[in-house]
């Protein structure tokens, strides 16, 4: 699910000039996706999903999250919890699953691109505060991490370009 800011909001709202007919584009697709949403928030994740999660939790943050670990993290964050239950892990659920992270850690969402944030800085605070709220923290330091997800992200196949 999309969220904006107000201000946002309304110049969306005002370029659209329909408020007065009741089919505004912006908030027609909003009434839509809540709507959506709302008929599916007793939907929950199998098992092998929240394993999934776990997975995807543990290689973007660096601290190990178990199944029960994303549960519980995802008992917070019922778009995301819906959306994993919907079907199997895309590149859209990773970022959501590390924005909930980001959220419950450090009370921010996860960086993206434009932000020009330093990554490493940003993992080495985000591990920091995760141990501190008890989780485990994978490998020894932020540099050996970083190599250990590149390498899982593009592996070398055999017989391919790089062998």
Known sequence: MNFTTPEELLQRVAAARELETG???P???H???SLAYFSLRDLMPTERQYEAAGQCLSTLTGLRFSAVQAQNLLSLFPFVRIALAQGELTDTLCHDLADAA???LLGCRWPL???????RTFLEVLRY????MGFERLGKNPAELFAQERRAAFPVVEGGRDS
């Open 129 to 132: 505060q995760g141990v501190r």
């Open 102 to 104: 980001a959220y419950f």
């Open 113 to 119: 691109y434009q932000d020009q944030v330093d990554m």
């Open 31 to 33: 009434r839509a996706c």
């Open 27 to 29: 908030l027609l697709l």
């Open 23 to 25: 089919a505004c584009g």
